[in-house]
């Protein structure tokens, strides 16, 4: 069974950007095999995870939920450098440094659950531990490598998406 499963259009495009990113149908046979073997061991990555993964302190490849409230709180003071909200432009600022870039999920509005625009302590914790129960499918309250990246579909399988089709199906939203 093939699961897909996050993915921001921005994703796609920093994978693309890459020098082994999507490939593009050679003209000879063997060289459309070969992008296509190298297109198929690719696999989508969130800025979440880069957080999930930096969040990992005793390197153990697992990242626990205890973890990530500990890792929540050092990068709210990172992101807040002490202030009690952080604006939209501090927001920004943040997740182009942490998360891969603006435009990179989570968005900010995934944050501030009361839409006031500012973005306080609890929120930013509750946002970041929301995407830790999502991406902890098996609910055993630690999230590993495997449940953080998805293979690229076959682009050549017979109900597979063209080779633009960069997004599968969205990730819950909140
Ligand atoms: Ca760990
Ligand atoms: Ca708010």
Do not use: H
């Amino acid at each position: 069974m093939r699961r897909f499963v996050l993915l921001s259009l921005a994703a796609a495009a920093a994978l693309a950007a890459c020098s082994s990113g999507p490939p593009r149908r050679g003209d000879r046979d063997g060289e459309d095999d070969r992008v296509g073997a190298a297109y198929r061991q690719s696999a989508f990555l969130t800025g979440a995870a880069l957080l999930f993964v930096q969040f990992d302190a005793d390197r153990d490849y697992a990242t626990s939920r205890a973890e990530t409230e500990a890792g929540a709180r050092a990068e709210w003071a990172r992101a807040s450098g002490g202030a009690d909200k952080l604006t939209p432009i501090v927001f920004e600022q943040w997740a182009a440094r942490a998360l891969g870039g603006p435009q990179m999920g989570p968005y900010r509005l995934a944050f501030d659950s009361n839409v006031d625009n500012e973005i306080t302590a609890t929120e930013f914790s509750a946002a970041i531990l929301d995407k830790f129960d999502r991406y902890d499918t098996d609910k055993d309250g630690v999230l590993r490598r495997p449940d953080m990246t998805e293979r690229l579909p076959d682009r050549r399988g017979p109900a597979g998406p063209p080779a633009d089709a960069r997004v599968q199906k969205a990730p819950p939203r909140r």
